[in-house]
């Protein structure tokens, strides 16, 4: 599978953002899909992750309550709402995709697009 991210972009804190990541071929169901992000100087980190189905949510703590993922297996894209974004959010943002478990292991997918940019100001 093919993802390409997009949404990413330049918001005041406080504000939102909505990122999409669009999959190639007709086999999306089949996927767990994850965004993850990357802060510059920093490890790939964990941002929230949704099972085949969408039925199991997975967050990182600190976007608890404020981003929320979701997937359309029929327009093969997955989804994240960022809401009150703080400046810490600044990172280049990543979507993923397995047939494994759902998992927060960025380890453990194997297929990831290209990023996009997101960047908070205070």
């Known amino acids: 599978v093919q993802l390409q991210a997009s949404g990413g972009g330049l918001v005041q804190a406080g504000g939102s953002l909505r990122l999409s990541c669009a999959a190639s071929?007709?086999?999306?169901?089949?996927?767990?899909m994850g965004w993850f992000r990357q802060a510059p100087g920093k490890e790939r980190e964990f941002v929230a992750a949704?099972?085949?189905?969408?039925?199991?949510?997975y967050y990182a703590d600190f976007v608890r309550g404020r981003f929320t993922i979701s997937r359309d297996d029929a327009a093969n894209t997955v989804s994240l709402q960022m809401n009150s974004l703080k400046p810490e959010d600044t990172a280049v943002y990543y979507c993923?995709?397995?047939?494994?478990?759902?998992?927060?292991?960025?380890?453990?997918?194997?297929?990831w697009g290209q990023g996009t940019l997101v960047t908070v100001s205070s």
């Open positions: 949704i099972n085949r189905g969408g039925g199991s949510l």
């Open positions: 071929g007709r086999t999306f169901s089949s996927y767990v």
């Open positions: 993923a995709a397995d047939l494994g478990i759902l998992t927060k292991n960025p380890g453990r997918y194997y297929y």
